[in-house]
């Protein structure tokens, strides 16, 4: 099991176990963290379930902040995109994302 | 979009006073792929059902989300687009002669006296039915809104999320925020008629149309109309601006960590829809999350006679895929018709040994 945290807008932190092989949107969703609410499923066609990769995990991990071209454009629909912005049911988890913290924008829409 | 072309009831009216009163076998909330594939499944048990759902068109997410994605997980379609398998299932239900109620949503529920079901609409219709199926995914799907403070006062007098009246736009400061194709063929419609338009974009690249891309960087070339690069972080009007409530004067945009301003009288905003809920968290029933619980042998909620299916339900191990949409609307209504028609002696039957079916499809 991998450690992710989720921090809301106020500061306040989710700590939940994430399988190696689900997607950090899966991992949300079954531990109910507020702010992600993954309309589509994870089929990338909506942008709710954007998160912005803490700033010390995308330079420990610079992969964690590559968008594919269809992600890319679904962030048009999310609100202050940032370059660290990720919808959260393209990252895939692994092993080496033990510990990490992303954060949950304002309002998803 | 393409459109499917449901058929819309002449009781479609908005409401005037007394609500017009339906009765029917079922009421299915929500026309996605669930919703459309619980007409078919009630219908081979024999019974009718009235479909309601708060977009123009059936098809739900598949129609308005991702119509030309391809789906590769229904069994039988190794590929098949959004638009194509509601266009089939539209067709698979049409057996069955639902009525289809599109633009309405469901408001308030009570359970009557006879154990029936009451659900009313917002354009004023009252419909009663022993089985109320509610198969309305993530919720209604609205505008998303960004997050800006006072947004409300200004929603409806000069923000808007569609274009219902291209009049108010004229003569009119117009700023159109987004990178789809909403944004961009309103941008191009709109701009001979605005004072100055200024579409406002997060990036260079648009995930529009390219005719239209190309289209809308011909007339900026020729003075048309502006493209910023830049995200929206605010709005200014109303009395801080000497203007009465609700009024704009201008958008506050950031770019590349510059913040600056757009003047504006009017702005459209343009960043898809989400899911909402709505009224349907208020009926009662056992929730979690924005799901409801349903017995997993039968999809009832925690009230008698109001079944979940699709996204719209909980229950161990559920997945949300719309193949477990349609295992969940078949014992859905192995169930519901024994609800609807307790009298009768009900027997299971495969769909190939029903004479009705083979009459109709041969």
Same mark, same amino acid.
């Given at each position: 099991?991998?450690?992710?945290?989720?921090?809301?807008?106020?500061?306040?932190?989710?700590?939940?176990?994430?399988?190696?092989?689900?997607?950090?949107?899966?991992?949300?969703?079954?531990?109910?963290?507020?702010?992600?609410?993954?309309?589509?499923?994870?089929?990338?066609?909506?942008?709710?379930?954007?998160?912005?990769?803490?700033?010390?995990?995308?330079?420990?991990?610079?992969?964690?902040?590559?968008?594919?071209?269809?992600?890319?454009?679904?962030?048009?629909?999310?609100?202050?995109?940032?370059?660290?912005?990720?919808?959260?049911?393209?990252?895939?988890?692994?092993?080496?994302?033990?510990?990490?913290?992303?954060?949950?924008?304002?309002?998803?829409? | 979009?393409?459109?499917?072309?449901?058929?819309?009831?002449?009781?479609?009216?908005?409401?005037?006073?007394?609500?017009?009163?339906?009765?029917?076998?079922?009421?299915?909330?929500?026309?996605?792929?669930?919703?459309?594939?619980?007409?078919?499944?009630?219908?081979?048990?024999?019974?009718?059902?009235?479909?309601?759902?708060?977009?123009?068109?059936?098809?739900?997410?598949?129609?308005?989300?991702?119509?030309?994605?391809?789906?590769?997980?229904?069994?039988?379609?190794?590929?098949?687009?959004?638009?194509?398998?509601?266009?089939?299932?539209?067709?698979?239900?049409?057996?069955?002669?639902?009525?289809?109620?599109?633009?309405?949503?469901?408001?308030?529920?009570?359970?009557?006296?006879?154990?029936?079901?009451?659900?009313?609409?917002?354009? !004023? @219709?009252?419909?009663? %039915?022993?089985?109320? /199926? #509610? =198969? $309305?995914? +993530? *919720?209604?799907?609205?505008?998303?809104?960004?997050?800006?403070?006072?947004?409300?006062?200004?929603?409806?007098?000069?923000?808007?999320?569609?274009?219902?009246?291209?009049?108010?736009?004229?003569?009119?400061?117009?700023?159109?925020?987004?990178?789809?194709?909403?944004?961009?063929?309103?941008?191009?419609?709109?701009?001979?008629?605005?004072?100055?338009?200024?579409?406002?974009?997060?990036?260079?690249?648009?995930?529009?149309?390219?005719?239209?891309?190309?289209?809308?960087?011909?007339?900026?070339?020729?003075?048309?109309?502006?493209?910023?690069?830049?995200?929206?972080?605010?709005?200014?009007?109303?009395?801080?601006? !000497? @203007?009465?409530?609700? %009024?704009?004067?201008? /958008? #506050? =945009? $950031?770019? +590349? *960590?510059?913040?600056?301003?757009?003047?504006?009288?009017?702005?459209?905003?343009?960043?898809?829809?989400?899911?909402?809920?709505?009224?349907?968290?208020?009926?009662?029933?056992?929730?979690?999350?924005?799901?409801?619980?349903?017995?997993?042998?039968?999809?009832?909620?925690?009230?008698?006679?109001?079944?979940?299916?699709?996204?719209?339900?909980?229950?161990?191990?559920?997945?949300?895929?719309?193949?477990?949409?349609?295992?969940?609307?078949?014992?859905?209504?192995?169930?519901?018709?024994?609800?609807?028609?307790?009298?009768?002696?009900?027997?299971?039957?495969?769909?190939?040994?029903?004479?009705?079916?083979?009459?109709? @499809?041969?």
């Amino acid at each position: 099991m991998v450690k992710i945290t989720f921090i809301d807008p106020d500061g306040k932190k989710h700590e939940v176990e994430a399988e190696e092989g689900t997607t950090l949107m899966e991992a949300a969703i079954r531990n109910m963290v507020p702010g992600i609410d993954a309309d589509c499923g994870g089929a990338c066609a909506c942008a709710t379930c954007h998160v912005y990769v803490d700033p010390a995990w995308a330079e420990r991990l610079p992969h964690l902040l590559q968008r594919s071209e269809t992600e890319e454009d679904m962030l048009d629909f999310a609100f202050d995109v940032r370059e660290n912005s990720r919808l959260s049911c393209q990252i895939k988890i692994t092993a080496d994302m033990d510990g990490l913290v992303v954060h949950v924008p304002q309002q998803q829409g | 979009m393409p459109k499917q072309g449901a058929t819309e009831g002449p009781e479609n009216a908005p409401a005037t006073g007394a609500a017009k009163v339906i009765e029917t076998d079922a009421l299915i909330i929500g026309a996605g792929p669930a919703g459309l594939f619980a007409v078919f499944e009630l219908g081979m048990h024999g019974l009718s059902a009235h479909v309601l759902d708060a977009l123009p068109q059936i098809g739900g997410q598949c129609t308005e989300l991702y119509p030309d994605k391809p789906i590769y997980d229904i069994p039988g379609f190794p590929r098949i687009t959004g638009a194509a398998l509601i266009a089939r299932l539209k067709e698979q239900a049409g057996l069955f002669d639902p009525v289809y109620h599109l633009r309405t949503r469901a408001l308030g529920h009570e359970t009557l006296e006879d154990g029936r079901h009451a659900v009313t609409t917002d354009t !004023g @219709l009252r419909f009663i %039915a022993p089985v109320v /199926v #509610i =198969a $309305a995914g +993530g *919720g209604v799907l609205e505008p998303k809104r960004p997050p800006i403070p006072g947004l409300a006062a200004y929603e409806g007098r000069s923000v808007f999320y569609a274009v219902r009246d291209r009049e108010q736009f004229r003569g009119r400061n117009l700023v159109i925020a987004g990178g789809g194709d909403s944004a961009l063929d309103w941008a191009i419609e709109l701009a001979p008629l605005a004072r100055r338009l200024v579409l406002l974009h997060r990036r260079e690249t648009f995930r529009a149309a390219p005719e239209s891309v190309r289209r809308m960087r011909e007339m900026v070339k020729a003075g048309e109309m502006d493209f910023v690069l830049g995200q929206i972080r605010g709005l200014k009007g109303g009395a801080q601006a !000497g @203007l009465e409530e609700g %009024a704009l004067a201008a /958008v #506050i =945009a $950031a770019h +590349g *960590g510059e913040t600056f301003e757009i003047p504006a009288e009017r702005l459209l905003l343009f960043f898809g829809l989400a899911g909402k809920m709505g009224p349907l968290a208020d009926w009662g029933l056992k929730m979690e999350g924005h799901r409801f619980v349903v017995d997993p042998a039968t999809f009832q909620t925690s009230c008698a006679g109001l079944y979940a299916i699709g996204d719209a339900c909980a229950y161990p191990g559920k997945l949300n895929l719309i193949l477990s949409g349609f295992h969940e609307a078949a014992l859905m209504a192995h169930h519901a018709v024994s609800r609807a028609r307790p009298e009768e002696a009900h027997t299971f039957m495969h769909s190939t040994s029903m004479a009705l079916l083979r009459d109709r @499809l041969g």
